[in-house]
């Protein structure tokens, strides 16, 4: 059964309409991390990913809006991963990041510039997960035209 994410956004978007408010909902996004940052550049070993997809909502969206939502969207069939969903605050601080055009097989290459050279050459560090929007529905657009941004949050390099 596929993740009931669109359920949740309707019911959600539907009770915030019912008390005066909307919001447009913002693309989906991804955090992506492995144990060696080169399977997400080099050898590009998806087996060894590990991933979370997000959505963001309104800072006025609190948790009470958000559980009435997950009850709402399990009242009738409810899906097995349900309880996987969570509302959280994502700070990630400084980031360097580009916008990349094609196929997410695509990738490897820039990101391993990013992370090889970019980085390292401006006096910074790796720091937390890899992060992805996705500016485009791949469901509805050919490989050559998706565009999602790539966002690495960094560090300064510790000096000596």
């Known amino acids: 059964m596929p993740i009931p994410k669109h359920r949740i956004l309707i019911t959600q978007k539907?009770?915030?309409i019912e008390l005066g408010r909307d919001y447009v909902v913002p693309p989906l996004e991804g955090l992506w991390r492995s144990e060696d940052m080169d399977t997400l550049t080099v050898s590009r070993d998806k087996s060894r990913w590990d991933w979370i997809m997000m959505l963001m909502?309104?800072?006025w969206l609190?948790?009470?809006a958000f559980q009435m939502a997950l009850q709402q969207a399990g009242a009738k069939n409810r899906p097995a991963l349900l309880d996987a969903f969570r509302l959280e605050t994502l700070s990630e601080g400084r980031c360097v990041q580009i916008l990349h055009l094609g196929s997410?097989?695509?990738e490897g290459p820039?990101?391993?510039?990013?992370?090889h050279d970019f980085i390292p050459n401006n006096g910074l560090?790796?720091?937390g997960k890899h992060h992805e929007v996705y500016f485009s529905d791949f469901r509805k657009v050919t490989p050559d035209k998706l565009r999602t941004l790539l966002r690495q949050p960094v560090h300064p390099m510790a000096t000596s």
């Open 14 to 16: 539907t009770n915030v």
């Open 57 to 59: 909502v309104p800072d």
């Open 62 to 64: 609190d948790q009470d």
């Open 104 to 106: 997410f097989d695509d």
């Open 110 to 115: 820039v990101l391993e510039r990013m992370h």
């Open 125 to 127: 560090r790796l720091e």
